[in-house]
């Protein structure tokens, strides 16, 4: 059975950071691209960031560019959402999930966690 479990969300001030954390079971997590999604209340899923099998290659969405980081440590099947110079529209649910491919980063993803929430105040 296929598990993923975020964390590390939380409530931060404006200009602060957070690490989110996804941890994967159930599947080769090591083999395939994970991505990060959010969700503001109101607001459809959109995406994040994402990052290959082996870290090597990221992609990330132009309102998180240059302050988002994405990286993996497949030796503890974890995927980690580094955020910096957050901002008050960054608040939302943040949800990680799995594509199964090894090669292509843009959804549709195929194995969803449940979301952890992070709230930015100004």
């Known amino acids: 059975q296929v598990q993923l479990v975020e964390s590390g969300g939380e409530l931060v001030q404006a200009g602060g950071s957070l690490r989110l954390s996804c941890a994967g079971s159930?599947?080769?997590?090591?083999?395939?691209?994970v991505g990060w999604f959010r969700q503001a209340p109101g607001k459809e899923r959109e995406f994040v960031a994402a990052v290959n099998y082996s870290g090597g290659r990221t992609l990330f969405a132009d309102s998180v560019k240059g302050r988002f980081t994405i990286s993996r440590d497949n030796a503890k099947n974890t995927v980690y959402l580094q955020m910096n110079s957050l901002k008050p529209e960054d608040t939302a649910v943040y949800y990680c999930?799995?594509?199964?491919?090894?090669?292509?980063?843009?959804?549709?993803?195929?194995?969803w966690g449940r979301g952890t929430q992070v709230t930015v105040s100004s």
């Open positions: 999930a799995v594509k199964i491919s090894r090669v292509a980063l843009t959804p549709p993803y195929d194995y």
């Open positions: 159930g599947l080769s997590f090591s083999s395939y691209a």
